[in-house]
């Protein structure tokens, strides 16, 4: 009875709602998001399945060369036995017995009593049995094929080609995690940013109300306040609503269950800290260490393997062929009687095939695939040029952001200074509510554009590293 408790304990641990239902937590820095999703990522996940398909390939062609062997049986009825119309005399004796007989008839003179032969007679005959089986094995083996080789060695470059385009997947889910994990935390700095201001004119509202009630000011400056209320509460609404959307996209990116609770390790002063965009303008462009031209030259060698491989189809073709079968031929289907017959059928050969004459056809063929080739080269030189532009672009995208950074941060540094002179001004009664409302909208202003102009520095550094294909 002990069993049946036990399998029930287990079943019931299974199926306890808490623990199957329970949302896996993980925090993560930039790094650690970027290698889950270098293993996880939809994107990732397909390129590491064309890079195995690509490898059976190999052997799939690879085990075409070598001994094939084929157990084969076939079994057939004839309904009628066809008949073979032959001469009427295909059969008949030796002229020499003839001769023989003749000279015996005339000796004794008894006649042979034989119907005169006619020339023009025929005779129908029937060969075989109704119930015919053959079982028995065959093999081949492949001698020479040009083809073959070529071919073998194009999908081992195809294979090896997977290898870069996982490369350069890796690249594009790095920069693409770069950049959600970025959104993630510019979405929680602003709402941080909101909430902040949220917080101050709530309070400068509380001190509006209490001087109105003394009569110091007026109902307008409390009726400006409240509106200032109305309108961050909303833009702090609705950058909380943005902060989960952000989060969603940055699981997605790293294929991470959707009910996964994320929490970022990093900040963006920690990234900003950890990253160094003078090393990155100082790296030299290589082009022919990104894995997109490493993968566009293989796809050129390929092209050339194909003109070969058409040329190669203009060579003789060798293979050898052996047969091993047993025959039997019933009157009725009795072939799993033991002691019915199989004759036996051995043999083998060698086939040899080779285009003699094609009407040029295979020239035109050779010549197509050579317009391939040169479609190839000419897609590489395209692709070099275009990874110098984006090397250059990202450059030049980088130093600029490095500047508005600067430019940004100094800017936030004065919007600062300003708000905190005008709300001590507006405290003492200096100021109008309107020239406080007026610094402190330029406050939110240069916070946001501080904000916009780190993630955008960020984003820059993130594209540059993939010009380079320089990610850690």
Do not use: C
């Not at 693409?176 to 309070?203: D, N, P, R, S």
């Not at 040029?360 to 692709?383: N, S, T, W």
């Amino acid at each position: 009875m002990r069993y049946p408790i036990l399998f029930a304990l287990l079943l019931g641990i299974g199926l306890d709602p808490a623990s199957a239902q329970a949302p896996q937590s993980l925090e993560v820095t930039l790094v650690e998001a970027q290698e889950i999703a270098l293993k996880q990522a939809f994107s990732m996940q397909y390129a590491r399945l064309d890079k195995a398909q690509a490898e059976r390939d190999v052997k799939e062609l690879l085990a075409s060369g070598l001994p094939q062997i084929n157990l084969v049986a076939d079994y057939s009825q004839y309904i009628d036995i066809p008949t073979q119309v032959v001469p009427a005399d295909a059969f008949g004796l030796p002229s020499y017995f003839n001769e023989f007989l003749s000279g015996v008839a005339e000796e004794t003179g008894v006649a042979l009593n034989a119907p005169p032969s006619d020339p023009n007679a025929l005779s129908e005959l029937q060969f075989g049995q109704n119930h015919t089986a053959n079982v028995g094995v065959q093999a081949t083996q492949l001698l020479f094929s040009g083809s073959y080789f070529v071919g073998l060695r194009a999908a081992q470059l195809y294979a090896e080609s997977k290898e870069q385009s996982i490369q350069r997947t890796a690249d594009e889910v790095r920069q693409q995690v770069a950049q959600a994990y970025h959104v993630v935390l510019g979405a929680a700095q602003g709402v941080m940013i909101l909430e902040q201001a949220l917080q101050l004119v709530k309070t400068s509202l509380q001190e509006t109300q209490q001087l109105h009630a003394e009569g110091f000011v007026n109902q307008i400056a409390v009726d400006q306040l409240e509106l200032a209320v109305q309108e961050l509460e909303l833009e702090w609404s609705s950058a909380k609503l943005q902060v989960p959307l952000t989060q969603a996209i940055l699981r997605f990116q790293m294929g991470v269950d959707p009910n996964t609770e994320l929490t970022l390790k990093d900040s963006l002063e920690d990234l900003l800290s950890q990253e160094n965009g003078l090393a990155l303008l100082s790296q030299p462009f290589n082009a022919h260490a990104l894995p997109g031209i490493q993968l566009q030259e293989s796809y050129v060698e390929l092209a050339g393997l194909d003109v070969r491989n058409q040329q190669a189809k203009g060579l003789p073709q060798i293979a050898a062929f052996y047969t091993n079968q047993g025959n039997a031929q019933r009157d009725a289907f009795n072939f799993f009687d033991a002691d019915g017959n199989w004759y036996p059928v051995q043999l083998w050969g060698v086939n040899f095939s080779m285009p003699l004459w094609t009407s040029f056809g295979g020239k035109q063929q050779v010549e197509k695939k050579r317009i391939q080739e040169d479609r190839a080269i000419i897609g590489l030189e395209r692709m070099r040029q275009s990874a110098q532009m984006e090397f250059d672009k990202a450059r030049l995208t980088l130093e600029l952001t490095m500047a508005a950074y600067q430019n940004r941060t100094r800017a936030e540094t004065i919007a600062q200074r300003i708000f905190d002179q005008t709300y001590a001004a507006y405290q003492e009664g200096l100021v109008s509510s309107f020239e406080w409302t007026q610094a402190r909208n330029q406050l939110l202003e240069a916070q946001g554009n501080s904000l916009s102009a780190v993630l955008d520095w960020l984003n820059a550094q993130t594209e540059l590293k993939r010009a380079l294909s320089e990610f850690e």
